[in-house]
């Protein structure tokens, strides 16, 4: 890109920022049009007549950029755009990418109070505010894209669980499928194929109890450590490995300090739109109806996204010299019987979580249960 092209698609952003179209800029960088004047013009006068004929404002933060999506399938424009279209734009969406609004539990919480209408977040960083969606870090559990798919699509999830989300003021738009956690060593390890090659090795582990257990049930030395401080962690030696997916690896910038990553399938890294649901509960029921079908419409483009997604990120893990590594069947089956959410370590956590063991098995028969969606595995 040229000099002079840089400078003008600066310029026409600062414009569009300054006259307070940031939605408008956003969507006009994110579709490559900030070198036209004329393009800019168009996209923030369209943007402006949308918002001035809309009976609702919707917005929706995420920790992303909107660029993301070519390696992290979060899908917000997609989303933006299928809602308003979905309600015959009677509802505009503002979009807060980038962590501008703040970024996981922060976004749940402001979610909740009502502060902004909808954000995305991890199931992680939902776990607190209902605690029955963290049955998804059990391992091997769901840990498949197709098995996380069959279980927030299926009649047990929304029968057992969805209640529950609802009861703590939230309203589930759709679930997003990013790919599984991976186990990723840093430079200077070696391979991890099998459990008894994660013998003493540190483990990065967010605050997860369940994820906890499980890295000490497959032999690591599980060490907690903040998202934030991960990087350096990594870096000097504090911790060997970690178990983001590649997506994951690649946006926040650990392609240059990994050796290996290796698909172990036994969690998935997921996320998921939510509402807060006194403000959808307030509107009348065709505009409710419109953004429910705008997320299935969503939930499908990101399913269809997940294979190209995982190939750009790694492509690029590749160029920078990571190693990947598929297991067997004969493979998966050892880290299953080591750590899988069968063994009766995990019984706690099903009652816990599920309410109980009755509970749990309707919920695994959904996980088994082929849904009328596919995704791709790795």
Same mark, same amino acid.
């Given at each position: 890109?040229?000099?002079?092209?840089?400078?003008?698609?600066?310029?026409?952003?600062?414009?569009?920022?300054?006259?307070?179209?940031?939605?408008?800029?956003?969507?006009?960088? @994110?579709?490559?049009?900030?070198?036209?004047?004329?393009?800019? %013009?168009?996209?923030?006068?369209?943007?402006?007549?949308?918002?001035?004929?809309?009976?609702?404002?919707?917005?929706?933060?995420?920790?992303?950029?909107?660029? @993301?999506?070519?390696?992290?399938?979060?899908?917000?424009?997609?989303?933006?755009?299928?809602?308003?279209?979905?309600?015959?734009?009677?509802?505009?969406?503002?979009?807060?990418?980038?962590?501008?609004?703040?970024?996981?539990?922060?976004?749940?919480?402001?979610?909740?109070?009502?502060?902004?209408?909808?954000?995305?977040?991890?199931?992680?960083?939902?776990?607190?505010?209902?605690?029955?969606?963290?049955?998804?870090?059990?391992?091997?559990?769901?840990?498949? &894209?197709?098995?996380?798919? &069959?279980?927030? &699509?299926?009649?047990?999830?929304?029968?057992?669980?969805?209640?529950?989300?609802?009861?703590?003021?939230?309203?589930?738009?759709?679930?997003?499928?990013?790919?599984? $956690?991976?186990?990723?060593?840093?430079?200077?390890?070696?391979?991890?194929?099998?459990? @008894?090659?994660?013998?003493?090795?540190?483990? $990065?582990?967010?605050?997860?109890?369940?994820?906890?257990? =499980?890295?000490?049930?497959?032999?690591?030395?599980?060490?907690?450590?903040?998202?934030?401080?991960?990087?350096?962690?990594?870096?000097?030696?504090?911790?060997?490995?970690?178990?983001?997916?590649?997506?994951?690896?690649?946006?926040?910038?650990?392609?240059?300090?990994? !050796?290996?990553?290796?698909?172990?399938?036994?969690?998935?890294?997921?996320?998921?739109?939510?509402?807060?649901?006194?403000?959808? &509960?307030?509107?009348?029921?065709?505009?409710?109806?419109?953004?429910?079908?705008?997320?299935?419409?969503? !939930?499908?483009?990101?399913? %269809?996204?997940?294979?190209?997604? $995982? %190939?750009?990120?790694?492509?690029?893990?590749?160029?920078?010299?990571?190693?990947?590594?598929?297991?067997?069947?004969?493979?998966?089956?050892?880290?299953?019987?080591?750590?899988? =959410?069968?063994?009766?370590?995990?019984?706690?956590?099903?009652?816990?979580?599920?309410?109980?063991?009755?509970?749990?098995?309707?919920?695994?028969?959904?996980?088994?249960?082929?849904? $009328?969606?596919?995704?791709?595995? %790795?």
């Amino acid at each position: 890109m040229t000099k002079e092209l840089k400078s003008t698609e600066r310029r026409n952003f600062l414009k569009l920022v300054g006259t307070g179209s940031f939605t408008a800029a956003m969507v006009a960088g @994110a579709s490559g049009m900030l070198w036209s004047s004329e393009a800019v %013009a168009q996209t923030a006068n369209e943007e402006r007549d949308r918002e001035k004929a809309a009976d609702h404002i919707m917005t929706i933060a995420t920790a992303y950029v909107l660029g @993301a999506s070519r390696s992290y399938p979060i899908m917000q424009l997609d989303l933006k755009e299928n809602i308003q279209n979905a309600t015959n734009g009677k509802v505009y969406v503002k979009l807060a990418p980038g962590g501008q609004l703040g970024a996981g539990g922060a976004l749940v919480q402001a979610v909740q109070g009502g502060t902004i209408q909808a954000a995305q977040h991890s199931l992680a960083n939902f776990a607190p505010f209902a605690s029955a969606v963290d049955l998804i870090n059990m391992p091997y559990f769901c840990g498949s &894209n197709q098995r996380f798919t &069959n279980l927030v &699509n299926s009649d047990a999830w929304n029968k057992d669980v969805t209640p529950k989300i609802e009861a703590a003021g939230f309203k589930p738009l759709f679930y997003v499928v990013i790919d599984p $956690r991976v186990v990723a060593v840093r430079k200077g390890g070696n391979a991890v194929i099998t459990p @008894a090659d994660l013998d003493g090795v540190k483990f $990065r582990v967010p605050g997860s109890a369940m994820l906890q257990q =499980y890295y000490r049930m497959v032999g690591a030395n599980p060490t907690p450590v903040a998202w934030g401080e991960t990087p350096s962690a990594i870096k000097q030696g504090v911790a060997d490995a970690l178990d983001p997916s590649v997506g994951a690896l690649y946006v926040f910038g650990f392609k240059d300090i990994l !050796s290996h990553v290796t698909f172990t399938q036994a969690v998935p890294d997921s996320q998921v739109f939510s509402m807060n649901l006194e403000w959808f &509960n307030g509107l009348p029921q065709d505009v409710q109806d419109g953004i429910m079908f705008a997320g299935e419409i969503t !939930s499908q483009q990101n399913l %269809a996204k997940v294979p190209a997604a $995982r %190939a750009f990120a790694m492509s690029e893990l590749v160029k920078s010299g990571v190693e990947f590594h598929s297991l067997t069947d004969d493979q998966l089956a050892e880290w299953k019987a080591a750590g899988g =959410y069968q063994r009766s370590e995990w019984d706690q956590f099903k009652t816990d979580l599920a309410g109980s063991m009755d509970a749990f098995a309707r919920l695994e028969e959904g996980a088994n249960t082929q849904s $009328r969606y596919y995704v791709h595995d %790795a």
